[in-house]
């Protein structure tokens, strides 16, 4: 059984930096290959995907809403996901989740991840 536990979030000023963190449990050596991700959601909007990692090479991809300010990655042993966000802007506030999955599929769409997270709450004035 997987289990997801995030943490980093809180309140930052625009411009400012976090760095989200996903430490995982019972993800083993062969779910390496699929997709890891963070996405989130804003009161009253649907979930988006952040960005995500897949391969053993750990390949990333970005949402256009992201791209250039925030980083996926993962730590060497592969069991802590990170998400490094800079220059944080206002419209960057939401719940952030990380989601892990076990089959392969599409890295950006929801529906490719079986396990969730609780969430981390990412406050920006």
């Known amino acids: 059984h997987v289990q997801l536990v995030e943490s980093g979030g809180g309140s930052v000023q625009a411009g400012g930096s976090l760095r989200l963190s996903c430490q995982t449990s019972g993800y083993t050596l062969n779910h390496f290959r699929f997709c890891m991700a963070w996405f989130r959601q804003a009161p009253g909007k649907e979930r988006e995907a952040v960005a995500a990692?897949?391969?053993?090479?750990?390949?990333?991809v970005h949402s256009d809403s992201v791209q250039g300010r925030f980083t996926i990655s993962r730590d060497g042993s592969k069991v802590i996901l990170y998400l490094q966000m800079d220059k944080l802007k206002v419209e960057d506030t939401a719940l952030y989740y990380c989601?892990?999955?076990?089959?392969?599929?599409?890295?950006?769409?929801?529906?490719?991840?079986?396990?969730w997270g609780q969430g981390t709450q990412v406050t920006v004035s």
């Open positions: 990692v897949y391969g053993y090479s750990d390949s990333a």
């Open positions: 989601a892990a999955a076990v089959d392969a599929g599409a890295c950006l769409a929801a529906s490719t991840y079986k396990y």
